[in-house]
C-alpha cells in the first residue's frame, strides 16, 4: 500500500509515533501485541479518572504496568482525578450502559490523550476502549475523532480493534498472562459498578 493511501486510511507507518489510550491489560493485550509485530511501538497512556475506587484503578493500572514492562514499552499515568470526572457526568448517573454518560466519558478520557499527544509529538491517537464488546464503537470513535479535531496534527485511528482474531487473541492473552479480568467498565454508575461505590473520603 502506498504511503499517501495509508494517510487517507490513517494507517500509521512501522516506526511512527502512536499513542494508545489504554483502559486495562486486557483490553490492551492483543491491540500492543499487533502492532509490536507491525513495527509500531505504541507509548501507552493510562488515562482513567472514571474508574473508582482508587483501589481499583491501582489495581488495573498495574496489570497495565506488567504488560508494558513485558513489551519494553513505555506507559505514561495521567492525573487521576475523579472528582473532575464526575463534573461531566452529572445529571447522567442513570444512564445505561453505551448511553450518553459513556459518550461524555470516552470524550473526557481521550481529550486528555489527544492533548498529549499534541504536546509530545504523536502523530496518532488510538484507544483500547475500541476493544470491549461492552462499548458502542461509534461512541468510542465519535469522542476520539472529536478529541483529535481540538488539537490539529494529532490523527485518529478508528481502527476496529474487535476484528481479524484480535478478540480470539485477547482472551487467549488473558489466560496466559493471568491478567486481573474486571467485569464492569470502572465508575460506580456502570452495571456492577454500584457494588465498588465509596465514601467520599476515598475518591479525594
Known amino acids: 500500500m502506498k504511503k499517501r493511501e495509508k494517510e487517507l486510511l490513517h494507517l500509521p507507518e512501522p516506526g511512527e509515533r502512536v499513542l494508545l489510550h489504554a483502559c486495562c491489560a486486557p483490553c490492551s493485550s492483543a491491540i500492543v501485541e499487533y502492532l509490536v509485530g ?58 445505561p450502559e453505551r448511553g450518553r454518560r459513556c459518550l461524555e466519558c470516552f470524550r473526557y478520557r481521550l481529550t486528555r490523550a489527544a492533548e498529549y499527544a499534541s504536546k509530545n509529538g504523536f502523530r496518532y491517537l488510538a484507544t483500547t476502549l475500541a476493544s470491549s464488546r461492552w462499548k458502542d464503537l461509534s461512541q468510542v470513535n465519535e469522542a476520539g475523532s472529536w478529541a483529535c479535531s481540538l488539537f490539529p496534527g494529532v490523527t485518529w485511528w478508528d481502527r476496529n480493534w474487535r476484528k481479524g482474531g484480535l478478540q480470539e487473541r485477547r482472551n487467549e492473552l488473558i489466560r496466559e498472562f493471568g491478567f486481573y479480568n474486571q467485569q464492569f467498565c470502572g465508575c460506580e454508575f456502570s452495571p456492577r459498578g454500584e457494588d465498588q461505590r465509596t465514601s467520599k473520603e476515598e475518591v479525594e
Open 38 to 95: 507491525k513495527g509500531i511501538r505504541p507509548t501507552i497512556f493510562y488515562s482513567n479518572s472514571n474508574i473508582s475506587p482508587k483501589a481499583e484503578y491501582g489495581r488495573r493500572l498495574s496489570e497495565c504496568l506488567r504488560y508494558a514492562e513485558h513489551w519494553g514499552l513505555e506507559i505514561v499515568e495521567d492525573t487521576y482525578d475523579h472528582r473532575d470526572w464526575l463534573c461531566i457526568s452529572k445529571g447522567l448517573e442513570k444512564e
